[in-house]
T-cell receptor
Framework: KQEVTQIPAALSVPEGENLVLNCSFTDSAIYNLQWFRQDPGKGLTSLLLIQSSQREQTSGRLNASLDKSSGRSTLYIAASQPGDSATYLCAVPASGTYKYIFGTGTRLKVLA | KAGVTQTPRYLIKTRGQQVTLSCSPISGHRSVSWYQQTPGQGLQFLFEYFSETQRNKGNFPGRFSGRQFSNSRSEMNVSTLELGDSALYLC?????????????FGPGTRLTVT
């Protein structure tokens, strides 16, 4: 059964700092992994999608890596800004299904 | 291109009532998934539809049901509401067909059961 864990649960950093968010999954037979951000009371915004054949994806100040063999993905945020404050979630599909399993998220606060 | 839309955005219902939520996917997307989000359980998968067929279902009681129409719009229904059904209900759309497509989420419907 696929389980997804995100560490840390919460993170507070000063503006300008580079930071890394972690996502671990138990079943390495994943098709892809997607990172999202969620602002309080809002829906999810897709940040990056990494296919199983890829090692990393980049979008602006964001870089996500995927290591299937170790069951890990990291989201690197460069030069953090207060506008980056949100909850970050990762999700993977349960093996062979269209059911996505989400981690519990990392709540990020970037202080001005 | 318009994003995923969900209606209504907010809803207050009484225990025992039923409710229907609606989701319109991004134009051209044929897969719609529904999720329940609560502070205690996080995001939990309800069901996924593609071309009017339910392909996967999560571990929710039969009071939760859904359907998809030929234009890919989807509805979910919750009958005999319980206090524990209070949650943010999110739908996501993707091109579908096969695994691997990016999911796009709507703003959600906030359901409060009193």
């Amino acid at each position: 059964k696929q389980e997804v864990t995100q560490i840390p649960a919460a993170l507070s950093v000063p503006e300008g700092e580079n930071l890394v968010l972690n996502c671990s999954f138990t079943d390495s037979a994943i098709y892809n992994l997607q990172w999202f951000r969620q602002d309080p009371g809002k829906g999810l915004t897709s940040l990056l999608l990494i296919q199983s054949s890829q090692r990393e994806q980049t979008s602006g100040r964001l870089n996500a890596s995927l290591d299937k063999s170790s069951g890990r993905s990291t989201l690197y945020i460069a030069a953090s800004q207060p506008g980056d404050s949100a909850t970050y979630l990762c999700a993977v599909p349960a093996s062979g299904t269209y059911k996505y399993i989400f981690g519990t998220g990392t709540r990020l606060k970037v202080l001005a | 291109k318009a994003g995923v839309t969900q209606t209504p955005r907010y809803l207050i219902k009484t225990r025992g009532q039923q409710v229907t939520l609606s989701c319109s996917p991004i134009s051209g997307h044929r897969s719609v998934s529904w999720y329940q989000q609560t502070p205690g359980q996080g995001l939990q998968f309800l069901f996924e539809y593609f071309s009017e067929t339910q392909r996967n279902k999560g571990n929710f009681p039969g009071r939760f049901s859904g359907r998809q129409f030929s234009n890919s719009r989807s509805e979910m229904n919750v009958s005999t509401l319980e206090l524990g059904d209070s949650a943010l209900y999110l739908c996501a759309s993707s091109l579908g067909g096969a695994l691997g497509y990016e999911q796009y989420f709507g703003p959600g419907t906030r359901l409060t059961v009193t």
